[in-house]
């Protein structure tokens, strides 16, 4: 089983205020720790200490990027994530964007008109065929923006277009799809890196067995899924550099540098990013925090007790809880 996180912090109150860490802040952590132990701490992984939201917010200050790694449909961490997206509008000295892998190219008209005033949730939810789910665990985050006034990037390639990659490969995609679609991929992929190969084969290891085209064909999608997100970005913040964008996506699209963070920096490479991670463990699960650091798995992490079960079944049933390519969220390796 593969890693795949990044994110996050825990803030909030009055001006930049934030609650109270489980541990003191510069507490030096063991090598190894339980999941219990650590459930409310943001660590910082290059030095495997616990850490303030206030050290953390000055860390990110100035970077143009700062990408969440997260569990998806979690209660607690998209609360900690509109927490995080709020604290960051009001300490940050450039304007924000929140860019989200949930919301798809083709729908940024649809996103961009609810930001303008022009829908009501309703409206929103039916325009975006959103589910129940979507609505109560992601749709704040929209609200907030709205009510900020802060850009929403829709950044993931339509999931129909991922699938018919991850069912017939990616060239022969290509060669079907009309002019309108081919513009929400970017103009010119890159080189599929083998790194890239191998990071996605571990990552879903555990949950599909993949044999010959049909593991090169959803390794293709993920690829694609990948480096259109990382170009949504550079793009916008190309075009507004005095921006900085706070970019939510699943684990193993932000961890380890293997996916957007390393695409990104190809299309940016000046560009300054953190990454933080997100993650759900059992109490008595134990991780190695020195192989997190030895594996560059993430700049911070954020951990949190498992979802409630009965979200974890609604979860199951989402079709946004998997990937366009197939996958679902994995376990860190």
């Known amino acids: 089983m593969v890693m795949r996180l990044v994110l996050l912090l825990v803030f909030l109150l009055p001006a930049c205020s934030v609650r109270s860490p489980a ?21 910082d992984l290059r030095t495997l200490q616990a850490i303030s939201f206030e050290a953390m917010l000055a860390a990110v200050a100035q970077v143009q990027v700062v990408a969440v790694g997260e569990e998806h449909y979690h209660p607690d961490i998209q609360a900690f994530e509109l927490e995080l997206l709020q604290a960051l509008t009001r300490c940050r000295p450039q304007r924000l964007a929140l860019a989200m892998e949930f919301l798809e190219r083709h729908q940024q008209p649809i996103v961009d008109a609810y930001l303008a005033g022009a829908l009501d949730p309703q409206a929103l939810q039916r325009r975006l065929q959103a589910s129940e789910a979507f609505m109560r665990l992601y749709f704040p985050l929209l609200r907030y923006a709205r009510q900020a006034g802060l850009p929403v990037i829709a950044m993931n390639t339509p999931r129909r277009l991922a699938r018919q990659i991850a069912r017939e490969g990616l060239q022969a995609t290509l060669r079907r799809l009309s002019p309108e679609e081919r513009a ?82 190809q299309y940016a490479p000046r560009l300054a990013l953190r990454r933080l991670i997100t993650l759900a463990v059992e109490p008595e699960e134990t991780l190695d925090l020195d192989k997190l650091r030895a594996e560059d798995a993430a700049d911070y992490l954020r951990l949190f007790p498992p979802a409630p079960e009965e979200t974890k079944r609604q979860a199951l049933s989402e079709p946004a809880a998997k990937n366009g390519d197939g996958s679902k969220e994995g376990r860190p390796r």
Do not use: C, N, W
Not at 27 to 42: E, K, W
């Open 23 to 43: 541990l003191s802040s510069s507490t030096p952590l063991p090598a190894t720790v339980r999941g219990q132990d650590l459930y409310g701490t943001l660590l």
């Open 184 to 265: 929400y991929l970017p103009e010119a992929l890159p080189a599929l890196p083998p790194a890239y190969r191998t990071y996605f084969l571990e990552a879903v290891a555990g949950s599909h067995r993949l044999e010959g085209e049909q593991s090169e064909r959803f390794v293709e999608a993920s690829f694609v899924k990948d480096v259109t997100m990382a170009l949504a970005l550079a793009t916008f913040l190309k075009a507004h550099p005095e921006h900085a964008v706070l970019a939510i996506a699943g684990r193993f699209h932000m961890s380890y540098d293997k996916a957007v963070p390393f695409f990104l920096r």
